[in-house]
Protein backbone atom coordinates (compact mmCIF):
# COMPACT_ATOMS: atom_id res chain seq x y z
CA UNK A 1 0.00 0.00 0.00
CA UNK A 2 1.55 3.33 -1.35
CA UNK A 3 2.27 6.28 0.99
CA UNK A 4 1.06 9.92 0.46
CA UNK A 5 3.07 11.07 -2.75
CA UNK A 6 3.72 14.26 -3.51
CA UNK A 7 5.34 15.91 -6.18
CA UNK A 8 7.36 17.45 -7.59
CA UNK A 9 9.70 16.85 -4.38
CA UNK A 10 11.48 20.08 -5.40
CA UNK A 11 10.31 23.39 -7.36
CA UNK A 12 11.92 26.59 -7.98
CA UNK A 13 9.73 29.18 -9.29
CA UNK A 14 10.71 32.88 -9.85
CA UNK A 15 9.19 35.35 -8.09
CA UNK A 16 5.73 36.11 -10.02
CA UNK A 17 5.44 32.75 -11.38
CA UNK A 18 2.64 30.26 -10.38
CA UNK A 19 3.36 27.18 -8.52
CA UNK A 20 1.09 23.80 -8.30
CA UNK A 21 2.05 21.42 -5.63
CA UNK A 22 0.57 18.08 -6.12
CA UNK A 23 -0.76 15.32 -3.19
CA UNK A 24 -2.12 12.32 -3.91
CA UNK A 25 -3.40 10.49 -0.20
CA UNK A 26 -2.74 6.91 0.68
CA UNK A 27 -5.41 4.87 -0.73
CA UNK A 28 -8.76 4.95 0.92
CA UNK A 29 -8.27 8.12 2.58
CA UNK A 30 -10.76 10.86 2.02
CA UNK A 31 -8.92 13.75 4.50
CA UNK A 32 -6.20 15.70 3.12
CA UNK A 33 -4.52 18.67 5.02
CA UNK A 34 -1.85 20.78 3.74
CA UNK A 35 1.23 22.32 5.82
CA UNK A 36 4.06 24.61 5.63
CA UNK A 37 7.31 24.40 7.21
CA UNK A 38 9.90 26.76 7.56
CA UNK A 39 13.55 25.94 8.48
CA UNK A 40 13.64 25.36 11.96
CA UNK A 41 10.25 25.88 13.20
CA UNK A 42 7.23 23.69 13.34
CA UNK A 43 4.52 22.58 11.24
CA UNK A 44 1.96 25.48 9.93
CA UNK A 45 -1.78 24.45 8.93
CA UNK A 46 -2.86 25.77 5.79
CA UNK A 47 -6.00 23.79 5.09
CA UNK A 48 -7.93 20.72 5.19
CA UNK A 49 -9.66 19.05 2.32
CA UNK A 50 -12.62 16.41 1.57
CA UNK A 51 -13.57 15.46 -1.57
CA UNK A 52 -14.66 18.10 -3.43
CA UNK A 53 -14.96 20.32 -0.10
CA UNK A 54 -13.14 22.75 1.79
CA UNK A 55 -13.57 22.04 5.32
CA UNK A 56 -11.31 24.33 6.92
CA UNK A 57 -8.95 27.07 5.67
CA UNK A 58 -8.21 29.33 8.55
CA UNK A 59 -4.47 28.61 7.86
CA UNK A 60 -4.50 29.63 4.60
CA UNK A 61 -3.19 32.99 3.34
CA UNK A 62 -6.19 35.10 1.69
CA UNK A 63 -4.64 36.12 -1.43
CA UNK A 64 -2.69 34.14 -3.63
CA UNK A 65 -3.12 30.78 -1.99
CA UNK A 66 -5.76 28.07 -3.10
CA UNK A 67 -6.08 24.39 -2.52
CA UNK A 68 -8.35 21.81 -4.07
CA UNK A 69 -9.69 18.47 -3.48
CA UNK A 70 -11.44 16.93 -6.74
CA UNK A 71 -13.24 13.70 -7.38
CA UNK A 72 -10.97 12.00 -9.31
CA UNK A 73 -7.09 13.03 -9.50
CA UNK A 74 -4.57 14.73 -6.94
CA UNK A 75 -5.36 17.44 -3.98
CA UNK A 76 -3.53 20.83 -5.82
CA UNK A 77 -2.02 23.40 -3.46
CA UNK A 78 -1.97 26.39 -6.00
CA UNK A 79 0.13 29.15 -5.24
CA UNK A 80 -0.21 32.34 -8.18
CA UNK A 81 2.39 35.18 -7.99
CA UNK A 82 4.82 33.47 -5.87
CA UNK A 83 7.43 35.84 -3.55
CA UNK A 84 10.77 34.85 -1.67
CA UNK A 85 8.45 34.91 1.58
CA UNK A 86 6.36 31.43 0.13
CA UNK A 87 9.98 29.41 0.09
CA UNK A 88 9.32 26.49 2.24
CA UNK A 89 8.98 22.95 2.53
CA UNK A 90 5.17 21.73 1.82
CA UNK A 91 3.96 19.01 3.53
CA UNK A 92 0.41 17.39 3.02
CA UNK A 93 -0.98 14.28 4.85
CA UNK A 94 -4.08 12.20 4.35
CA UNK A 95 -6.20 10.37 7.06
CA UNK A 96 -8.94 7.62 6.73
CA UNK A 97 -10.87 9.26 9.85
CA UNK A 98 -9.89 12.88 10.95
CA UNK A 99 -7.48 11.81 13.64
CA UNK A 100 -3.85 10.26 13.02
CA UNK A 101 -2.59 11.53 9.88
CA UNK A 102 0.08 10.35 7.42
CA UNK A 103 2.28 12.57 6.23
CA UNK A 104 3.74 12.64 2.53
CA UNK A 105 7.76 13.23 1.58
CA UNK A 106 7.00 17.13 0.81
CA UNK A 107 7.47 19.43 -1.50
CA UNK A 108 10.54 22.19 -1.28
CA UNK A 109 9.56 25.41 -2.91
CA UNK A 110 12.54 27.44 -3.63
CA UNK A 111 11.28 31.06 -4.76
CA UNK A 112 14.48 32.87 -6.99
CA UNK B 1 -6.38 31.50 20.85
CA UNK B 2 -5.23 28.10 21.21
CA UNK B 3 -1.94 26.90 21.64
CA UNK B 4 -0.03 23.64 22.04
CA UNK B 5 3.56 24.44 23.09
CA UNK B 6 6.45 22.24 23.63
CA UNK B 7 8.44 23.57 26.44
CA UNK B 8 12.12 22.18 25.23
CA UNK B 9 13.69 23.11 22.21
CA UNK B 10 16.62 20.93 22.72
CA UNK B 11 17.25 17.55 25.02
CA UNK B 12 20.41 15.63 25.09
CA UNK B 13 20.46 12.33 26.63
CA UNK B 14 22.95 9.52 26.86
CA UNK B 15 21.83 5.91 25.62
CA UNK B 16 19.45 3.57 28.00
CA UNK B 17 18.44 6.60 29.64
CA UNK B 18 15.07 7.14 29.56
CA UNK B 19 13.82 10.88 27.55
CA UNK B 20 11.04 12.64 28.42
CA UNK B 21 9.40 15.55 26.18
CA UNK B 22 6.48 18.06 27.58
CA UNK B 23 3.46 19.09 25.55
CA UNK B 24 1.11 21.74 27.23
CA UNK B 25 -2.02 23.01 25.43
CA UNK B 26 -4.26 26.34 26.90
CA UNK B 27 -7.85 27.18 25.91
CA UNK B 28 -8.36 23.74 24.35
CA UNK B 29 -9.93 20.61 25.60
CA UNK B 30 -8.70 18.36 22.85
CA UNK B 31 -10.71 15.22 22.51
CA UNK B 32 -7.30 13.27 22.11
CA UNK B 33 -3.02 14.14 21.60
CA UNK B 34 -0.78 13.07 18.62
CA UNK B 35 3.25 12.71 18.87
CA UNK B 36 5.17 12.24 15.57
CA UNK B 37 8.64 11.88 15.00
CA UNK B 38 10.50 13.73 12.08
CA UNK B 39 13.23 13.80 10.75
CA UNK B 40 15.41 16.18 8.74
CA UNK B 41 14.25 16.71 5.44
CA UNK B 42 11.38 14.52 6.10
CA UNK B 43 7.56 14.40 6.73
CA UNK B 44 6.68 13.52 10.28
CA UNK B 45 5.36 10.08 11.02
CA UNK B 46 2.75 9.23 13.08
CA UNK B 47 3.26 7.67 16.77
CA UNK B 48 0.61 7.22 19.02
CA UNK B 49 -2.64 8.92 19.54
CA UNK B 50 -3.97 9.27 23.68
CA UNK B 51 -7.85 10.15 23.62
CA UNK B 52 -8.98 11.87 26.77
CA UNK B 53 -10.10 9.49 28.91
CA UNK B 54 -7.13 7.56 28.93
CA UNK B 55 -4.65 8.34 30.96
CA UNK B 56 -1.54 6.58 29.75
CA UNK B 57 -0.87 4.35 26.24
CA UNK B 58 2.13 2.50 25.08
CA UNK B 59 3.65 1.30 22.05
CA UNK B 60 6.98 -1.14 22.65
CA UNK B 61 9.73 1.69 24.11
CA UNK B 62 6.76 4.54 23.94
CA UNK B 63 4.49 5.66 26.26
CA UNK B 64 2.40 9.02 26.00
CA UNK B 65 0.23 10.27 28.93
CA UNK B 66 -2.54 12.63 29.26
CA UNK B 67 -3.59 15.02 32.13
CA UNK B 68 -6.63 16.99 31.12
CA UNK B 69 -6.02 18.52 34.57
CA UNK B 70 -2.71 20.00 34.05
CA UNK B 71 -3.55 20.38 29.72
CA UNK B 72 -0.25 18.68 29.66
CA UNK B 73 0.93 15.43 27.85
CA UNK B 74 4.30 13.34 28.48
CA UNK B 75 5.88 11.30 25.92
CA UNK B 76 8.62 8.62 27.76
CA UNK B 77 10.90 6.76 25.33
CA UNK B 78 12.86 4.46 27.41
CA UNK B 79 16.21 2.75 26.87
CA UNK B 80 16.57 5.28 24.49
CA UNK B 81 19.59 4.62 21.60
CA UNK B 82 21.18 7.15 18.94
CA UNK B 83 18.28 6.15 16.54
CA UNK B 84 15.74 7.81 18.73
CA UNK B 85 17.47 11.20 17.87
CA UNK B 86 14.91 13.03 15.87
CA UNK B 87 12.46 16.03 16.36
CA UNK B 88 9.38 14.96 17.73
CA UNK B 89 5.88 16.94 17.57
CA UNK B 90 2.84 17.07 19.46
CA UNK B 91 -0.18 17.80 17.92
CA UNK B 92 -4.33 18.32 18.66
CA UNK B 93 -6.51 18.40 15.31
CA UNK B 94 -4.07 20.37 12.76
CA UNK B 95 -1.94 22.40 15.24
CA UNK B 96 1.29 21.26 15.90
CA UNK B 97 3.94 22.16 18.65
CA UNK B 98 7.16 23.21 17.55
CA UNK B 99 8.98 20.34 18.66
CA UNK B 100 11.30 19.20 20.90
CA UNK B 101 14.71 17.95 19.55
CA UNK B 102 16.11 14.36 20.91
CA UNK B 103 19.65 13.48 20.58
CA UNK B 104 20.57 10.36 22.01
CA UNK B 105 24.12 10.32 22.25
CA UNK B 106 26.59 6.83 22.71
Known amino acids: NAGVMQNPRHLVRRRGQEARLRCSPM?????VYWYRQLPEEGLKFMVY????????ESGMPKERFSAEFPKEGPSILRIQQVVRGDSAAYFC??????????FGPGTRLTVT | SQKIEQNSEALNIQEGKTATLTCNYT??????LQWYRQDPGRGPVFLLL?????KEKRKERLKVTFDTTLKQSLFHITASQPADSATYLC?????FGAGTRLTVKP
Open chain 1, 93 to 102: ASSLTSSEQY
Open chain 1, 27 to 31: KGHSH
Open chain 1, 49 to 56: LQKENIID
Open chain 2, 27 to 32: NYSPAY
Open chain 2, 50 to 54: IRENE
Open chain 2, 91 to 95: AFDMR
